[in-house]
C-alpha cells in the first residue's frame, strides 16, 4: 500500500499490507498447530483498514455487531438459505468476539476456527457460499502466516463476492507475485473493482498504473483522476 506521502512511479515498489498498520492491536499469535500451523491470526476489527504510513486515527472501537449488521433476507432467500445465512453470520460475528476479547476471554484460536466455520460452511465445495469477510480474515490469518497461497484462496474466493479489501488485496498480491504468478494487468483489474467500489489505496493504485502503464494502457488524463478521487478520502 502507498501513502500520498510516498509517491512512486513504479507499482513494484508498493509493499503489501503492514501487519501493524493494517489490523487490530491485538498481537500477533504463535502459529497454530497441525494443518493450520500457517496461520498467524492477527485479524482486523470488521473491515477497517489503513496504509503503513496513514497514522493510526483515535475512534471509539465498534462492536462486531455495529461494524457487520445482520444479513437482510434476499427477496427469492428460502427460509433454509436465510437460517444458514445467519448461522455464518454469527460464527463470525462470535469469531470477532473471541479475537478481539469483547465481552470474553481472547480466544484467536476458537476465533480462527469460528472463521472457518463462517467462511467454508460446505465441505465439499469449500468456500461455496460463504460468508466473505471471514473469508477475508482468514486470508489476512494466513497473509501475516506467510501462507500466501492460502492467503490468495480466501482473498480470491471474499473478492469474488463483491469484498472490497479483498479485491485490493488480490492486486497486490498479483503486483507482488506472493501466492500467485505476478500479473500486473489482472493486479490493474482487481484494483480497478476495488476502486470503483471506493477503496481508496485502490484508486492512488489505478492511478499509477494508469501513470506509467503498469497492466493498463498509460493514459494521463485519467491517471489524475484516480489520484483526485483518492486524495478526497484522505
Not at 38 to 63: G, H, I, N, V, Y
Not at 137 to 164: D, I
Request: proline share 9%; aromatic share 10%; with cysteine.
Amino acid at each position: 500500500i502507498m501513502g500520498p506521502s510516498s509517491v512512486s512511479s513504479s507499482l513494484t515498489h508498493h509493499t503489501p499490507p503492514s501487519a501493524t498498520g493494517s489490523l487490530s492491536s491485538s498481537p500477533p499469535i504463535p502459529p497454530l498447530q497441525g494443518e493450520e500451523k500457517a496461520a498467524a491470526c492477527s485479524l482486523s476489527e470488521a473491515e477497517t483498514l489503513r496504509s503503513p504510513q496513514e497514522p493510526a486515527k483515535k475512534k471509539p472501537r465498534t462492536s462486531p455487531q455495529e461494524s457487520t449488521p445482520p444479513i437482510p433476507p434476499g427477496p427469492n432467500m428460502k427460509i433454509q438459505e436465510l437460517q444458514q445465512q445467519q448461522l455464518l453470520w454469527t460464527h463470525y460475528q462470535l469469531g470477532m468476539m473471541y479475537a478481539n476479547g469483547k465481552g470474553i476471554p481472547q480466544n484467536l484460536t476458537e476465533a480462527f476456527r469460528l472463521f472457518q466455520l463462517a467462511a467454508a460452511p460446505n465441505n465439499d465445495n469449500p468456500g461455496e457460499n460463504g460468508f466473505a469477510p471471514a473469508q477475508f480474515n482468514l486470508g489476512n490469518c494466513y497473509y501475516y502466516g506467510e501462507n500466501f497461497k492460502l492467503a490468495f484462496k480466501w482473498y480470491q474466493l471474499a473478492a469474488v463476492q463483491g469484498h472490497t479489501h479483498a479485491r485490493f488485496y488480490l492486486g497486490m498480491m498479483y503486483v507482488n507475485g506472493r501466492g500467485v504468478e505476478k500479473d500486473v494487468k489482472k493486479a490493474a483489474e482487481w484494483y480497478e473493482q476495488a476502486a470503483k467500489q471506493g477503496h481508496a489505496h485502490a484508486q492512488y493504485n489505478l492511478g499509477v498504473c494508469y501513470k506509467v502503464g503498469d497492466g493498463v494502457a498509460q493514459d494521463l488524463k485519467k491517471a489524475p483522476e484516480w489520484y483526485k478521487k483518492a486524495a478526497k478520502q484522505g
